[in-house]
């Protein structure tokens, strides 16, 4: 079957950095992205990965290695308005997205 | 219209009843996609369409019916609603189904099924 794994929950300090980790189980891959999702709205794009290494956008980067399955999104000098849970999703071979349960980050002043 | 625009903002429905959720996008997207989301689940596609004329089965179509007949609209309808059918309601767009291509979501539609 098809997998991602996310931690469910995260506590981070304003300021500070921190690192959501995504692994996945797919058949087959086409891309992995990041949305962000504040409580009771729609998610919003983050970043795409479809090669392997960093993409770096502002505050935010994210990782990906294809070969073990592995993703990160880093998030450095941390904003209150980015208390929000992250999503992870992988496009399979039928170039469907499938879903992370998602990150829920909250951030300590 | 900006963006994509979906309705009603909420509902609640007898169960048995039928109930169409609408969602309209002004982007010229090809692709639109139906999602649903769970507490404690991730979003789970429900159907999807490649093109205006066309639409494919997502992870959850059983129940759901959709159509496609021209770009900008993509309605999905609960022909019989059951509990199980409580959730949050996505509707989202994209330029294509393949690529970088980053899908748009509307603000969703929260339906409860009683």
């Known amino acids: ?6 931690p469910t929950e995260m506590t ?4 500070a950095i921190v690192q959501i980790n995504c692994t996945y189980q797919t058949s087959g891959f086409n891309g ?10 729609a998610p919003t794009f983050l970043s795409y990965n479809v090669l392997d290494g960093l993409e770096e956008k502002g505050r935010f980067s ?8 592995y993703s990160y999104l880093l998030l450095k000098e941390l904003q209150m308005k980015d208390s929000a849970s992250y999503l992870c999703a992988v496009r399979d071979s039928n170039y469907q997205l499938i879903w992370g349960a998602g ?7 | 219209i900006a963006g994509i625009t979906q309705a009603p903002t909420s509902q609640i429905l007898a169960a048995g009843r039928r109930m169409t959720l609408r969602c309209t996008q002004d982007m010229r997207h090809n692709a639109m996609y139906w999602y649903r989301q769970d507490l404690g689940l991730g979003l789970r596609l429900i159907h999807y369409s490649n093109t205006a004329g066309t639409t494919g089965k997502g992870e959850v179509p059983d129940g759901y019916s959709v159509s496609r007949a021209n770009t900008d609209d993509f309605p999905l309808t609960l022909a019989s609603a059951v509990p199980s059918q409580t959730s949050v309601y996505f509707c989202a767009s994209s330029e294509a189904l393949a ?6 979501f509307g603000p969703g539609t929260r339906l409860t099924v009683l």
Do not use: C, M, V
């Open chain 1, 12 to 15: 981070a300090t304003e300021g």
């Open chain 1, 1 to 6: 079957g098809q997998n991602i794994d996310q």
């Open chain 1, 32 to 41: 992995l992205f990041w949305y962000q999702q504040h409580a009771g709205e």
């Open chain 1, 62 to 69: 994210s990782f990906l290695s294809r070969s073990k399955g």
């Open chain 2, 99 to 104: 690529g970088g291509n980053e899908q748009f």
């Open chain 1, 103 to 109: 990150t829920k980050l909250i951030i300590k002043p």
